[in-house]
């Protein structure tokens, strides 16, 4: 296993739409185990393909390290797709692997249903609440090419725009690996 270089706010990876897994063969599990290791070495509790350089639509899950969801178990989910949800909305502060060191408060629905297929390709529906309807979503954006900044208020981005600017221009510090831009010149 290893541990991948994540993509951050300004990568143009983050905006693509991903693609239908087809099969799931030897290395999509390969892909499915290092985007563990990546999350779990960068302290995340939700990591989708894309934010790995794949646009596959797949993402992974595991709240175990949060406080009241220590039973949890880990879950991937292949070609999710949000079915339905509830109309009460609440606020919880996001944040994001992709954009470090920046949260806040998003509003999105409280219950969703939403369905995917797990390893075995068998098609799972799952009603999610509290944090997993969260994490899901925030995921199933990625998928997207949506991230949670994209859903703030415009005058609440332009207070944050100085710090994305700086995640662009790779002035940051992070402490996990995040993807390295290089300049490919042909001659
Ligand atoms: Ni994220």
Redesign the pocket.
């Known amino acids: 296993m290893s541990v991948i270089p994540i993509s951050v706010y300004g990568d143009k990876i983050l905006r693509r739409k991903a693609q239908l897994v087809k099969n799931v063969d030897f290395l999509t599990i390969e892909l499915i185990r290092n985007m563990f290791e990546t999350m779990r070495n960068a302290n ?1 509790i ?3 393909a894309t ?1 790995v350089g794949i646009d596959q639509s797949v993402f992974v899950v595991d709240l175990s390290p949060v406080e009241e969801y220590e039973k949890s178990k880990p879950m991937v989910l292949i070609n999710p797709k949000i079915l339905d949800f509830s109309e009460k909305k609440i606020a919880i502060e ?6 470090p060191e920046v949260r806040y408060e998003v509003e999105r629905p409280e219950t969703i249903y939403i369905t995917y297929y797990d390893t075995d390709l068998k098609e799972q529906t799952f009603e999610a609440t509290k944090l997993f309807a969260r994490v899901f979503q ?2 199933q ?2 998928l997207n090419g949506v ?2 900044t994209d859903h703030l208020d415009e005058d609440v981005k332009k207070k944050l725009k100085k710090s994305l600017d700086k995640i662009k221009k790779r002035e940051i510090e992070t402490e996990y690996p995040i993807f390295q831009k290089r300049n490919y010149q042909l001659k």
């Open positions: 995340g939700g990591l989708a934010q996001e944040g994001c692997l992709s954009i925030h995921e954006d990625h991230l949670f």
